[in-house]
């Protein structure tokens, strides 16, 4: 499995034969994934909390309910359990449920799903966006929900027609029935969709297909294009502060001291405090009333920061260190005959060097906070929502079942929201200080 | 009190001259369309219209701003070449995260209305500070000639 998810992966944990589970053939890896709702857990080490993954996999069968809402209108919304965050997969989730259903893709609607084990990854057995998984491992579960759903709306029509279930389809957004008998979804849907689901489903031949496989356009291509998308950054609360947090320069250093004279002194500045960051560091959350205050608060800390017990990270030398490392036996990524090469007329050698890259999102990290003393309602931007329910648990001294978590549009990851760090960042003081605050990273700190 | 005008209305906000446009659009006028990238003039997420011209809003303060006329992603639309752009972006699917598009919008709509038939080298400069992570940079380019083929 390739790691597109940056350094909070979670690890790979080997299983008893010595191979870890990326090496597990992609045809195993495809059929694991097509069992909806197993509870199949592929050996994902968990830290501090492996058996959490595997209590979420105890969850009932997948029922279309959740994860489709069909309208009066005619509108059909997608539940889509994953991040959108550029990768089009509010657009391909509901692409297989409309081929599945015979929906006209111009009624289809998506939206993202917010934290819950119903909507975990099938083979991963936790919530997570990322591996390049959604549509290997989501696939088959998709169409399967969609073709239930078209089960329970024929069944509904079939019944009230007094006619054969087996004389009915589905096509163009109606259930069309035998002489001209024909139902549009939204007219079925209140009754179709309180019918229990059925026990198995068939799957539509995919030499009918008429939407999977066809280039589709993107369904926020629209919104995206003219200012309308909401992204995390977007949402408030009414009467939501924003916080900004002064991190350190390097990763684990801590605040040796700071001035919040002059922070404290600009109008809409709230307050100002330590706080824990990731890897045992510290630094300096700053609340107001808006982003602008908030900025030019932190930029008048003058923190003075402690680097004394940091690692000093060199490019140069830990270039040398992965050149030395690539000699050395390890994990054998994918195997290929290579035995035509000590006959071959010509051969070519060539290094490729890759620099350290920041996993830096157009969209700065932030989330929206609204704590109780009984819950707290999350909003984000995030590829990881199993790992981030106990980080906001541990953050906000309350319960896992506390926590709601809204996952929001994301403007680009590349891995960096599968760490929950802005949440980590709060704990101490933040969580009880933040009460509707917004945590807003600004770029470039 | 500031008055600014916006879309072509008066906005009148009781807050510092200093505060870049950016964050009066954004949290005084819950103008959400116009996006926050790096807030240092480098990646472009945030361009609006200055009298007609692209600058980023992150760094252009309301004080600069006064008696002049600032149009956003919100309002280009009204705009028949603005309209073009969109209508271009939407059929060659250019967004993907979508984050920079607002951005990217705003500088291809005040690129075309300077030149209408812009070449792939006066595209490329009129374009070049706005970033895309998503690499939507082709897509962008064959968007902004077909809204110059469709205004002409």
Same mark, same amino acid.
């Given at each position: 499995?390739?790691?597109?998810?940056?350094?909070?992966?979670?690890?790979?944990?080997?299983?008893?034969?010595?191979?870890?589970?990326?090496?597990?053939?992609?045809?195993?890896?495809?059929?694991?994934?097509?069992?909806?709702?197993?509870?199949?857990?592929?050996?994902?080490?968990?830290?501090?909390?492996?058996?959490?993954?595997?209590?979420?996999?105890?969850?009932?069968?997948?029922?279309?309910?959740?994860?489709?809402?069909?309208?009066?209108?005619?509108?059909?919304?997608?539940?889509?359990?994953?991040?959108?965050?550029?990768?089009?997969?509010?657009?391909?989730?509901?692409?297989?449920?409309?081929?599945?259903?015979?929906?006209?893709?111009?009624?289809?609607?998506?939206?993202?799903?917010?934290?819950?084990?119903?909507?975990?990854?099938?083979?991963? &057995?936790?919530?997570?966006?990322?591996?390049?998984?959604?549509?290997?491992?989501?696939?088959?579960?998709?169409?399967?929900?969609?073709?239930?759903?078209?089960?329970?709306?024929?069944?509904?029509?079939? %019944?009230?027609?007094?006619?054969?279930?087996?004389?009915? #389809?589905?096509? #163009?957004?109606?259930?069309?029935?035998?002489?001209?008998?024909?139902?549009?979804? &939204?007219?079925?849907?209140?009754?179709?969709?309180?019918?229990?689901?059925?026990?198995?489903?068939? !799957?539509?031949?995919?030499?009918?297909?008429? !939407?999977?496989? @066809?280039?589709?356009?993107?369904?926020?291509? %629209?919104?995206?294009?003219?200012?309308?998308?909401?992204?995390?950054?977007?949402?408030?609360?009414?009467?939501?502060?924003?916080?900004?947090?002064?991190?350190?320069?390097?990763? &684990?250093?801590?605040?040796?001291?700071?001035?919040?004279?002059?922070?404290?002194?600009?109008?809409?500045?709230?307050?100002?405090?330590?706080?824990?960051?990731?890897? &045992?560091?510290?630094?300096?959350?700053?609340?107001?009333?808006?982003?602008?205050?908030?900025? @030019?608060?932190?930029?008048?800390?003058?923190?003075?920061?402690?680097?004394?017990?940091?690692?000093?990270?060199?490019?140069?030398?830990?270039?040398?260190?992965?050149?030395?490392?690539?000699?050395?036996?390890?994990?054998?990524?994918?195997?290929?005959?290579?035995?035509?090469?000590?006959?071959?007329?010509?051969?070519?050698?060539?290094?490729?060097?890759?620099?350290?890259?920041? #996993?830096?999102?157009?969209?700065?990290?932030?989330?929206?906070?609204?704590?109780?003393?009984?819950?707290?309602?999350?909003?984000?931007?995030? @590829?990881?929502?199993?790992?981030?329910?106990?980080?906001?648990?541990?953050?906000?001294?309350?319960?896992?079942?506390?926590?709601?978590?809204?996952?929001?549009?994301?403007?680009?990851?590349?891995?960096?929201?599968?760490?929950?760090?802005?949440?980590?960042?709060?704990?101490?003081?933040?969580?009880?200080?933040?009460?509707?605050?917004?945590?807003?990273?600004?770029?470039?700190? | 009190?500031?008055?600014?005008?916006?879309?072509?209305?008066?906005?009148?906000?009781?807050?510092?001259?200093?505060?870049?446009?950016?964050?009066?659009?954004?949290?005084?006028?819950?103008?959400?369309?116009?996006?926050?990238?790096?807030?240092?003039?480098?990646?472009?997420?945030?361009?609006?219209?200055?009298?007609?011209?692209?600058?980023?809003?992150?760094?252009?303060?309301?004080?600069?701003?006064?008696?002049?006329?600032?149009?956003?992603?919100?309002?280009?639309?009204?705009?028949?070449?603005?309209?073009?752009?969109?209508?271009?972006?939407?059929?060659?699917?250019?967004?993907?995260?979508?984050?920079?598009?607002?951005?990217?919008?705003?500088?291809?709509?005040?690129?075309?209305?300077?030149?209408?038939?812009?070449?792939?080298?006066?595209?490329?400069?009129?374009?070049?500070?706005?970033?895309?992570?998503?690499?939507?940079?082709?897509?962008?380019?064959?968007?902004?000639?077909?809204?110059?083929?469709?205004?002409?």
């Amino acid at each position: 499995m390739r790691n597109e998810c940056g350094r909070n992966w979670p690890k790979l944990h080997p299983t008893p034969n010595g191979r870890a589970v990326d090496e597990i053939s992609r045809r195993g890896f495809l059929k694991a994934a097509s069992v909806v709702g197993s509870g199949l857990v592929l050996g994902f080490f968990v830290p501090g909390g492996s058996k959490m993954a595997q209590a979420a996999d105890k969850e009932k069968k997948i029922t279309p309910n959740a994860f489709l809402r069909i309208a009066p209108d005619d509108t059909i919304t997608v539940v889509v359990n994953r991040l959108e965050f550029g990768q089009g997969v509010a657009t391909s989730l509901p692409m297989l449920i409309a081929e599945e259903l015979g929906a006209d893709w111009a009624q289809m609607r998506a939206e993202l799903a917010p934290g819950g084990a119903i909507f975990n990854d099938p083979a991963f &057995g936790i919530q997570i966006t990322g591996a390049s998984a959604t549509m290997k491992n989501s696939y088959t579960q998709y169409r399967e929900i969609g073709a239930a759903a078209r089960a329970m709306l024929i069944a509904c029509a079939a %019944r009230s027609w007094q006619v054969p279930e087996s004389d009915c #389809h589905t096509e #163009h957004g109606r259930v069309i029935g035998p002489s001209g008998l024909s139902a549009s979804f &939204g007219s079925l849907a209140d009754a179709a969709m309180r019918l229990p689901a059925p026990d198995s489903v068939v !799957l539509k031949n995919p030499a009918h297909f008429t !939407l999977i496989g @066809q280039p589709t356009p993107r369904m926020d291509s %629209r919104a995206k294009s003219n200012g309308t998308q909401s992204f995390g950054i977007d949402f408030k609360l009414p009467n939501t502060k924003v916080a900004l947090v002064s991190r350190a320069p390097v990763f &684990g250093a801590t605040v040796a001291s700071f001035d919040a004279t002059r922070a404290l002194a600009i109008p809409g500045v709230l307050a100002v405090f330590k706080v824990a960051t990731d890897r &045992g560091g510290s630094g300096v959350a700053v609340v107001a009333e808006g982003f602008w205050p908030a900025k @030019q608060a932190r930029d008048a800390l003058d923190v003075k920061w402690n680097t004394g017990n940091v690692d000093k990270v060199d490019s140069g030398r830990q270039l040398i260190d992965y050149k030395a490392l690539a000699k050395a036996p390890g994990m054998v990524a994918k195997d290929a005959d290579v035995s035509a090469l000590a006959e071959a007329a010509k051969k070519i050698t060539a290094e490729y060097e890759f620099p350290y890259l920041a #996993h830096a999102p157009m969209e700065p990290l932030n989330c929206v906070v609204e704590l109780t003393d009984t819950s707290v309602n999350v909003w984000a931007g995030t @590829q990881l929502q199993t790992f981030d329910r106990p980080a906001i648990a541990e953050a906000s001294g309350l319960k896992p079942e506390q926590i709601s978590l809204n996952t929001m549009f994301a403007g680009g990851s590349f891995g960096r929201r599968a760490a929950p760090t802005a949440y980590s960042s709060d704990r101490e003081h933040c969580f009880h200080t933040m009460v509707n605050s917004g945590l807003v990273w600004a770029a470039g700190h | 009190m500031i008055t600014l005008n916006i879309n072509g209305l008066e906005k009148h906000l009781d807050i510092d001259a200093s505060t870049p446009i950016l964050w009066a659009l954004r949290d005084s006028l819950n103008m959400n369309g116009t996006k926050f990238g790096c807030g240092a003039a480098l990646c472009g997420a945030c361009t609006v219209h200055l009298d007609g011209r692209p600058i980023r809003s992150c760094v252009t303060s309301i004080a600069s701003a006064v008696g002049k006329q600032i149009t956003t992603i919100e309002a280009i639309a009204l705009d028949k070449v603005g309209k073009a752009v969109q209508d271009a972006w939407v059929k060659h699917d250019v967004p993907q995260c979508g984050y920079c598009q607002s951005g990217q919008v705003m500088s291809a709509t005040a690129l075309l209305k300077s030149n209408d038939k812009p070449t792939d080298a006066e595209i490329d400069t009129a374009m070049s500070g706005n970033i895309c992570r998503c690499g939507t940079y082709q897509r962008i380019r064959a968007a902004i000639k077909e809204a110059s083929a469709n205004i002409n």
